[in-house]
């Protein structure tokens, strides 16, 4: 007797369901992206309880003539392709036609359509794959499709649904990339009565994002043409202290796309400047020929193979490390006193008349404390601004912050300053550490650090696992002026350290390596350990908060930091600035 048998029709449209239908809303996303290859310019969307009730996409497109009706709901019929050389040209959304007929298998279907300029539409209505009816209907030009409750019949399917609302989340963000990618198409969502999108037709990705996510100032513009690929959006500014992880919309040829390499660059982007990890919030387009990529690889349409990977990944990471190089400082928001607060009437008197006081701000006032750190080395004269380039070097890079004229420091921690467009709080030790960062890592480019010897060498105890950290890195910490040894048990020798550096700070920069290495997975590229201890050492090597300073060197750090290629952090990630603007103080004082 024969062991291979043909499926029937009804159960092979359910193995199809299963790879093109997820949830509600991958079953919104296949109606929705079938409507705008139909032209629609305004959408419709309704679900209940998540999807799971009920999904109703409505659409004024121009619909389809009674026997393409009937034809769209059998497998493989489309309107997208006719012969396989059109799969290496795909320019529509969808091209299988599996996604109707599988998402009917599943569900109680109900499709009314009526062509443009058509004296009436179709109505089919089908139950789990089975046409129940076809019937002439009145209704106006466009497609409807209601899809009510999914997986009705595949109970093992429904029972790994979320919940009601993890459901509807997923839907408002799946309309949410929908609608960023569309701003030419008007896009509605209503939840359980509840109306969760609103968005007419408006003229540019800005005011989709607007209507989208509201006024969002902590978001820097992308945009660069390459010839064959165009890279445009918004991303997330270096400073941007809001959570770690943000939404990442990603589209190519205006389809959304989950792709490693864009993923990738994306975070190298953001790692160049910041060892800080995180998955930055990005709302990024590319355009490219529809031959140059494949989007046949994966039954969701999600997932994309590129003819140029390494091309795309060298173009997304160029433009977004240019675009967050000249990202804003973050800004501050005045919040008026209420009006009746009581404030003292009087001040101190001075003790006499004519009494002076010597000027913290001048070179020779020797006022550093006992025991504080001198200011760090500035090295011989200054340094060219750099930036990253394409094998992780430094190149020049034009300055993105505006010369500043220090005014004092506040608490002997923060510089306040200002230049002619407001007034900027900078934290001392966070701005120098990042000029110190980027001049270390400018001057690994060209050899090493430079060294200075110690009298006696350092003998330092530590862990096992943090001996073999530094032991396993000796090379690389010998570039940035380190001479370690191992010297027996779990001590090594220090025998030479970084001129940058103070000598009683090695033993403390040396075990704080140590404990960063540590945590490094073994398989880590070197440049992720240099890049790590180029960190720590300028931290370690960065004037300290509570630490005054002179105008002269306050004036030092602000010209430094402009010529660095990110200024407005610090490669832990952490702001180096705040600034207020002209704009918010002169609104504050009821001048605008």
Same mark, same amino acid.
């Given at each position: ?81 006719? !012969? ?39 109505? @089919? ?44 989340? %997923?839907?408002?963000?799946?309309? #949410? ?48 043409? !390459? ?16 959570? #770690? ?38 709302? /990024? ?31 997304? !990471? ?13 800004? /501050?928001?005045? %919040? ?9 009437? #009087? ?67 923060? @510089? ?9 709080? @900078? ?18 480019? #060209? ?22 950290? /530094? ?120 001048? @605008?």
């Amino acid at each position: 007797m024969a062991k291979i048998h043909r499926l029937p029709a009804d159960l092979a449209n359910q193995i199809a369901a299963g790879e093109v239908v997820e949830r509600p809303a991958s079953v919104i996303k296949e109606l929705v992206e079938n409507s705008i290859d139909a032209g629609a310019r305004r959408l419709t969307i309704t679900v209940e309880f998540g999807g799971k009730k009920l999904i109703r996409v409505e659409d004024d497109g121009e619909g389809m003539e009674p026997e393409d009706a009937r034809l769209a709901i059998e497998r493989h019929a489309t309107s997208k392709i006719r !012969r396989a050389d059109d799969l290496e040209r795909i320019a529509t959304l969808g091209f299988r036609g599996e996604a109707l007929p599988s998402i009917a298998s599943v569900s109680h279907f109900l499709l009314r359509t009526r062509a443009r300029g058509a004296q009436s539409g179709t109505d @089919i209505r089908v139950t789990g794959g089975a046409v129940a009816s076809v019937a002439e209907a009145g209704m106006p030009e466009g497609t409807v499709i209601e899809v009510s409750d999914l997986f009705y019949n595949l109970p093992a399917r429904r029972k790994f649904l979320k919940s009601d609302a993890a459901e509807a989340a %997923q839907v408002s963000r799946v309309v #949410t990339q929908l609608a960023l990618c569309y701003p030419e198409i008007g896009f509605s969502l209503t939840s359980s009565g509840r109306k969760v999108l609103q968005c007419p037709p408006v003229a540019t990705l800005k005011d989709r994002l607007y209507q989208l996510y509201g006024e969002r100032n902590d978001l820097i513009e992308v945009r660069r043409d !390459r010839g064959d690929v165009k890279v445009f959006g918004y991303v997330a500014a270096l400073a941007e202290q809001g959570p #770690t992880r943000g939404p990442q919309n990603v589209f190519v040829n205006r389809r959304i796309v989950k792709d490693r390499t864009i993923a990738h660059a994306i975070i190298d982007s953001y790692s160049v400047a910041s060892i800080k990890e995180r998955s930055p919030e990005v709302h /990024l387009f590319l355009e490219m020929p529809f031959d140059a990529l494949d989007v046949n690889v994966h039954p969701t349409k999600a997932e994309v193979r590129f003819r140029d990977q390494s091309f795309v990944h060298e173009v997304i !990471r160029r433009t977004l490390g240019d675009a967050l190089g000249r990202g804003p400082a973050p800004e /501050l928001v005045l %919040q008026a006193p209420p009006v009746g607060d009581s404030y003292p009437t #009087t001040l101190p008197l001075p003790t006499s008349y004519g009494t002076t006081f010597p000027s913290r701000w001048t070179t020779s006032a020797p006022f550093a404390p006992t025991g504080a750190a001198p200011f760090a080395p500035t090295s011989e004269g200054t340094i060219a601004p750099f930036a990253p380039t394409t094998d992780g070097t430094i190149a020049p890079s034009a300055p993105t912050i505006r010369p500043m004229m220090p005014l004092g420091q506040f608490r002997d921690t923060f @510089i306040i300053a200002v230049d002619e467009e407001g007034i900027a709080i @900078i934290d001392q030790h966070v701005a120098h550490e990042r000029v110190l960062f980027e001049r270390i890592t400018e001057r690994l480019t #060209t050899g090493r650090l430079e060294s200075q010897r110690l009298l006696e060498p350092l003998l330092i105890s530590l862990s096992a696992g943090a001996r073999q950290a /530094l032991v396993a890195r000796a090379a690389d910490l010998e570039r940035l002026g380190f001479e370690i040894e191992e010297f027996g048990g779990d001590t090594v020798r220090l025998s030479a350290y970084p001129a940058v550096l103070r000598a009683e700070d090695c033993e403390t920069t040396l075990r704080t390596l140590a404990d960063d290495l540590e945590g490094l997975d073994r398989g880590s590229p070197v440049d992720e350990a240099i890049k790590r201890i180029a960190a720590t050492m300028a931290c370690h090597a960065a004037v300290k908060a509570n630490y005054p300073l002179t105008a002269e060197k306050m004036t030092h750090i602000l010209d430094e930091l402009r010529r660095t290629a990110y200024s407005t952090i610090c490669p832990h990630g952490r702001p180096v600035m705040l600034r207020l603007t002209r704009r918010e103080v002169e609104k504050n004082f009821q001048r @605008i």
